[in-house]
Nanobody, 121 residues
Framework: QLVESGGGWVQPGGSLRLSCAAS????????MGWFRQAPGKEREFVAT????????KYADSVKGRFTISRDNAEKMVWLQMSSLKPEDTAVYYC????????????????RGQGTQVTVSS
C-alpha cells in the first residue's frame, strides 16, 4: 500500500515536498515513480527512481525543478518540487513497479490514491 502526503496550495515560484509511505515487505525490490494528472488531461509521468537510487529519470517539464529520492530503510519516497508553476497543478500519484524504472503508468503494480497540488496566486 502506498500513501501520499504533502500536497497543498502554493504560490508560483514556491516549493513543496511530497511524501509517499509504503507498507509491506521488499520495498527495496521496487522501482518507484511519481505521476500526475491535471483536470481534463491524461495522467503523465513525472519522475522515477531505481531500487538503489542510482538511476533517476524526469519528465522534461520538471527537469531541474523536481528531485525524486527514496529511503529503503524507512520505506519512503519523496518528490521535492521547486520553482512551481501553475501548470504543475495536478493530483500527484506515487507508484511502485517490480520492473526497471519506467515512464509508463501501466507497468506500475501498486499506486497510491494521490495528493492534490495547486499552484496559483
Amino acid at each position: 500500500q502506498l500513501v501520499e502526503s504533502g500536497g497543498g496550495w502554493v504560490q508560483p515560484g514556491g516549493s513543496l515536498r511530497l511524501s509517499c509511505a509504503a507498507s509491506g515487505n521488499f520495498f527495496e525490490n521496487y522501482a518507484m515513480g511519481w505521476f500526475r494528472q491535471a483536470p481534463g488531461k491524461e495522467r503523465e509521468f513525472v519522475a522515477t527512481i531505481s531500487r538503489n537510487s542510482i538511476n533517476v529519470k524526469y519528465a522534461d517539464s520538471v527537469k531541474g525543478r523536481f528531485t525524486i529520492s527514496r529511503d529503503n530503510a524507512e520505506k519512503m519516497v519523496w518528490l521535492q518540487m521547486s520553482s512551481l508553476k501553475p501548470e504543475d497543478t495536478a493530483v500527484y500519484y506515487c507508484a511502485a513497479t517490480i520492473t526497471p524504472p519506467s515512464t509508463n503508468w501501466e507497468t506500475y503494480d501498486d499506486r497510491g490514491q494521490g495528493t492534490q497540488v495547486t499552484v496559483s496566486s
